[in-house]
């Protein structure tokens, strides 16, 4: 099987920045496979990129390299770094977007098994380096070469911890109700909360649930959008896990001014 590399950026697809860092990876490794996840995260979006980037890596191959490019602090004193686990790597800034991937990682796996190291070694970069386009100068070269066989080691030391973003969690209030907020709103305004199946589970049965979001009050969780007629709203759970408010054949997002950072509580009956 050739190499497999992701792509995940808020370049998105009018400019030739994305087509500029595949024709870097097939320059450097002409076999490699590449994969757009999406370019369309919202610029600067550092925690939006983090949510996304855990939705889509437990699909892919072991082996898989994830190049992740949503980069506020390009030329900054920001790290760059590459990231090991025992199933995929990971290239990009050191800038919170590896948070929940890290997080998740050593949780699942120990230290030996989890390994992140600073991208320090020019030599697997394209040079001269722009100060303004690290995603071409040096993300998509290092990932490259590790689609190469370059091992990890060589880019760099080793680093003991990534810096971590304050990713918002839910919190019972009480045994019978959670407060959680929206994270992300995908392409049809579906509005995706950070409560999961595993946080509802306590409360009892999906549809005893009564979801208050932004102005709006939902009784029960639907298990598809055909559940409710065209233009009603309804709360579910997505194909990611996780509690979503959305309306049928319509925009929740911009029907019920619902955005990321809208707070939603889960209340049983």
């Known amino acids: 099987m050739p190499p497999l590399i992701t792509l995940t950026t808020d370049f998105?697809?009018?400019?030739?920045?994305?087509?500029?860092?595949?024709?870097?990876?097939?320059?450097?490794?002409?076999?490699?496979?590449?994969?757009?996840?999406?370019?369309?995260?919202?610029?600067?979006?550092?925690?939006?990129?983090?949510?996304?980037?855990?939705?889509?890596?437990?699909?892919?191959?072991?082996?898989?390299?994830?190049?992740?490019?949503?980069?506020?602090?390009?030329?900054?004193?920001?790290?760059?770094?590459?990231?090991?686990?025992?199933?995929?790597?990971?290239?990009?800034?050191?800038?919170?977007?590896?948070?929940?991937?890290?997080?998740?990682?050593?949780?699942?796996?120990?230290?030996?098994?989890?390994?992140?190291?600073?991208?320090?070694?020019?030599?697997?970069?394209?040079?001269?380096?722009?100060?303004?386009?690290?995603g071409r100068d040096i993300f998509a070269p290092v990932a490259a070469h590790l689609a190469q066989g370059v091992a990890l080691t060589a880019l760099g030391p080793d680093l003991d911890t990534i810096t971590l973003l304050e990713v918002p969690a839910p919190v019972c209030t009480d045994t019978n109700s959670l407060r959680g907020q929206i994270v992300y709103v995908d392409h049809f305004g579906n509005c995706v909360s950070n409560i999961t199946t595993t946080h509802l589970a306590p409360l009892g049965a999906m549809h005893d649930l009564v979801i208050s979001v932004g102005k709006h009050t939902i009784t029960g969780i639907c298990y598809t959008y055909a559940a409710v007629a065209p233009g009603a709203a309804l709360a579910l759970i997505g194909s990611s896990g996780h509690l979503e408010v959305a309306i049928r054949d319509g925009n929740a997002h911009q029907s019920l001014a619902i955005a990321p950072g809208t707070i939603v509580v889960v209340n049983r009956v």
């Not at 490019?69 to 800034?93: C, I, K, M, W």
Request: with cysteine.
């Open 12 to 134: 998105g697809t009018r400019d030739s920045y994305v087509g500029v860092m595949k024709g870097v990876l097939l320059g450097i490794c002409p076999t490699a496979h590449l994969v757009d996840i999406t370019h369309a995260i919202t610029p600067q979006n550092v925690l939006e990129a983090a949510f996304v980037l855990d939705t889509f890596v437990p699909y892919f191959p072991p082996g898989t390299i994830h190049l992740v490019v949503v980069d506020p602090g390009v030329g900054s004193e920001r790290r760059a770094l590459a990231l090991a686990t025992p199933d995929a790597y990971f290239v990009g800034p050191d800038n919170g977007v590896f948070s929940t991937i890290w997080q998740t990682a050593l949780a699942r796996w120990s230290t030996t098994d989890v390994r992140a190291v600073e991208l320090t070694e020019p030599r697997f970069w394209r040079m001269p380096v722009s100060a303004t386009f690290h």
